[in-house]
């Protein structure tokens, strides 16, 4: 069953450093997604991707967040200036293009990011 | 966004059937009910959605009332392994994002 895959799984950094969270979604997918979930607390949504841009962000998604897709099969989150909140598990997500409402959005295992 | 009530929690026994109830009053017509999961130290997992119908898949049923303002997700025989947070999420627009609530955490024993 294919599986949208994220690397690393734990990432450690100081605060103020950039870290880059990376994923590979599904290959035939056309949308693309970042969510972080802080301990304890709710999945949020954090940023969609459509046709090479951003098609939607949250409040959350300031300045400090970026997403691109560097080549066709990888979409990466950077966060330039890490801060302690930003601790979290960031999952990215994929979706098929074609259906519209009538698909289902297919989850990575996430990367717990650890900032000190 | 349009909301979706679920209960805090919920517990069952292993081997019997589970019934998951959503209340989604304010849903338009045009809104998608789906059910995703999160097993523990896990990202989400779809398990199942429908617009009017019922709905049936190798996880679970999905019983949407003829109003279409509540749904049940019904786990047929819960096993320890369907222990998880579910959620009931209104899926609207092409390229939408899901909106999370809380969920129902559904606790599983023998």
């Not at chain 1, 099969?73 to 994929?94: G, H, Q, V, W």
Request: proline fraction near 4%; charge should be negative.
């Amino acid at each position: 069953e294919p599986e949208v895959t994220q690397t690393p799984s734990h990432q450690v950094t100081q605060m103020g450093q950039e870290v880059i969270l990376r994923c590979v979604p599904i290959s035939n997918h056309l949308y693309f997604y970042w969510y972080r979930q802080i301990l304890g607390q709710k999945v949020e949504f954090l940023v969609s991707f459509y046709n090479n841009e951003i098609s939607e962000k949250s409040e959350i998604f300031d300045d400090q967040f970026s997403v691109e897709r560097p080549d066709g099969s990888n979409f990466t989150l950077k966060i330039r200036s890490t801060k302690l909140e930003d601790s979290a598990m960031y999952f990215c997500a994929s979706r098929e293009g074609v259906g519209g409402q009538n698909t289902e959005a297919f989850f990575g295992q996430g990367t717990r990011l650890t900032v000190v | 966004d349009a909301k979706t009530t679920q209960p805090n929690s919920m517990e069952s026994n292993e081997e019997e059937p589970v019934h998951l109830p959503c209340n989604h009053s304010t849903i338009s017509g045009t809104d998608y009910i789906h059910w995703y999961r999160q097993l523990p130290s896990q990202g989400p997992e779809y398990v199942i959605h429908g617009l009017t119908s019922n709905v049936n898949n190798r996880m679970a049923s999905l019983a949407i009332a003829e109003d279409r303002k509540s749904s049940t997700l019904i786990l047929h025989r819960a096993t320890l392994r369907d222990a998880a947070v579910y959620y009931c999420i209104l899926y609207t627009g092409t390229a939408s994002k899901l909106t999370f609530g809380t969920g129902t955490r559904l606790q599983v024993t023998l």
